[in-house]
Nanobody, 121 residues
Framework: QVQLVESGGGLVQAGGSLRLSCAASGSIFSISTMGWYRQAPEKQRELVASITSVGSTNYADSVKGRFTVSRDNAKNTVYLQMNSLKPEDTAVYYC???????????????WGQGTQVTVSS
């Protein structure tokens, strides 16, 4: 089994900062891309930021310059540093990881349970 456990969400005022963490555990051979998605009420889930195993990053236009994604490969952990938060960043944030469980296996996407981020104006 593979688990992704997120932490770090909460309530913050506009302009503030939060740091999300997501640790993958279980039967893991390797992890390629890790990332963060978010889903606001009545909206579709959208990509916020992703990072490959060698550190290449990708960001949604709406968060460029404010959010930074990073990872610690030794700990199978991905982080999302969120600065200059805005009310429109309010959403449930989900961690995602593309994981290979054995050398002979195909990769699969795994998701965390989600963590609420609320930004008050």
């Amino acid at each position: 089994q593979v688990q992704l456990v997120e932490s770090g969400g909460g309530l913050v005022q506009a302009g503030g900062s939060l740091r999300l963490s997501c640790a993958a555990s279980g039967s893991i051979f390797s992890i390629s891309t890790m990332g963060w998605y978010r889903q606001a009420p009545e909206k579709q889930r959208e990509l916020v930021a992703s990072i490959t195993s060698v550190g290449s990053t990708n960001y949604a236009d709406s968060v460029k310059g404010r959010f930074t994604v990073s990872r610690d490969n030794a700990k199978n952990t991905v982080y999302l540093q969120m600065n200059s938060l805005k009310p429109e960043d309010t959403a449930v944030y989900y961690c995602n990881a593309n994981i290979i469980r054995a050398a002979w296996a195909r990769s699969n996407d795994y998701w965390g349970q989600g963590t609420q981020v609320t930004v008050s104006s």
